[in-house]
């Protein structure tokens, strides 16, 4: 008797990023060759001279910018951001290199819905400058982490990590590669994982 294996329905991604968007690039990717079972519904960016948005109209994905600028205080940002996310009914909110602090409410709102990618073996190395700071601290490995978003910056549960050996010639940037080189593969991994249901919180 065959046993049909039935593939698990896309789910639906809604991606935030603010610059390059090689994540993003790397989830289209993804989708397109290795049988990522999402969607991407829609790609925000906070700039709207973010290269990712290239990439968005390039691959045919809806895209959009929600300028700061156009806003009075986080609150009404947050707010805005939250009603356009929310009209392409997402099940996973991607963040890729968005570079913005959002309040705890819209945290709340995507609890357990939320990933972001962060340059560095959580919990060392929150925030900014990640790759010079891993060189100064005379750290042997570095690398980067996929985890769930709580309204603790660059904190919340780790999902993938990935390490990187750090040689005794590196630079920021010669680290900076090697570490995009993982984000790549563990972002797409992680998004994976979370479709076909196989992450619990605990
Ligand atoms: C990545 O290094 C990621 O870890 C951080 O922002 C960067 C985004 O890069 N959160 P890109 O825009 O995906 O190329």
Redesign the pocket.
């Known amino acids: 008797m065959s046993q049909d294996v039935v593939s698990p329905s896309p789910i639906r991604l809604v991606v935030l ?8 690039q790397a989830i289209i990717d993804n989708i397109a060759n290795e049988n990522l079972p999402a969607q991407i519904v829609a790609v925000i960016s906070n700039k709207a001279s973010a290269y ?1 948005l290239e990439r968005a109209k390039k691959a045919g994905i809806k895209h959009h910018v929600l300028s700061y600028n156009d806003f009075t205080d986080r609150e009404h940002y947050d707010l805005a951001l939250k009603n356009l996310i929310d009209e392409y009914q997402p099940d996973l909110i991607i ?3 968005f570079m913005r602090i959002l309040s705890d409410e819209f945290v709340q709102h995507y609890s357990q819905k939320m990933m ?4 560095s073996l959580l919990p060392k190395y929150k925030g900014l400058n990640t790759h010079q700071r891993a060189l100064d601290a005379g750290e042997k490995e570095h690398g ?1 982490s996929v985890h769930f978003v709580t309204t603790e910056l660059d904190d919340g549960p780790v999902i993938l990590q990935a390490i990187v050996s750090i040689e005794d010639n590196d630079t920021a940037e010669t680290l ?1 590669t090697r ?2 080189q993982q ?1 790549h593969r563990i972002y797409p991994e992680a998004i994976r994982l979370f479709a076909e249901k196989k992450l619990k919180l605990k």
């Open positions: 990023i603010s610059g390059n968007g090689s994540n993003l990712g963040l890729a290199g972001n990618i962060h340059p980067c900076a570490v995009h984000e």
